[in-house]
Nanobody, 126 residues
Framework: QVQLVESGGGLVQAGGSLRLACAAS????????VGWFRRAPGKEREFVAA????????STADSVKGRFTISRDNAKNLVYLQMNSLKPEDTAVYYC???????????????????WGQGTQVTVSS
């Protein structure tokens, strides 16, 4: 099975940018569709963005559309989330997740992801 580790979180001012990375080990990430989710304090975990295993299709939540971009580099076993024009309401723990081995399509439903990283904190100050 695949193990996932997120990195790139931190503290940034509103309007700034961060790039999160999700590194896979155990199995090559090119066999998995991957999603990013986040959990803000006192809120449920929510979908942010997802990408199919070939990167042929992606999806982003309306709340981040035009500001966040998901991409992947299968040769490096990495999936990225580029976050621009950050807002205080983007403050959350961000998680990457992978669907089942060989499942090509992404999903916006967290229950369809089987492998999760530990999360990385993103804090946006006003």
């Amino acid at each position: 099975q695949v193990q996932l580790v997120e990195s790139g979180g931190g503290l940034v001012q509103a309007g700034g940018s961060l790039r999160l990375a999700c590194a896979a080990s155990g199995r090559t990430i090119n066999m998995y569709a991957v999603g990013w989710f986040r959990r803000a304090p006192g809120k449920e975990r929510e979908f942010v963005a997802a990408i199919s295993w070939s990167a042929s299709s992606t999806s982003t939540a309306d709340s981040v559309k035009g500001r966040f971009t998901i991409s992947r580099d299968n040769a490096k076993n990495l999936v990225y989330l580029q976050m621009n024009s950050l807002k205080p309401e983007d403050t959350a723990v961000y998680y990457c997740a992978a669907r089942g081995y060989g499942e090509r399509s992404y999903s916006r439903n967290e229950h369809e992801y089987y492998y999760w990283g530990q999360g990385t904190q993103v804090t946006v100050s006003s």
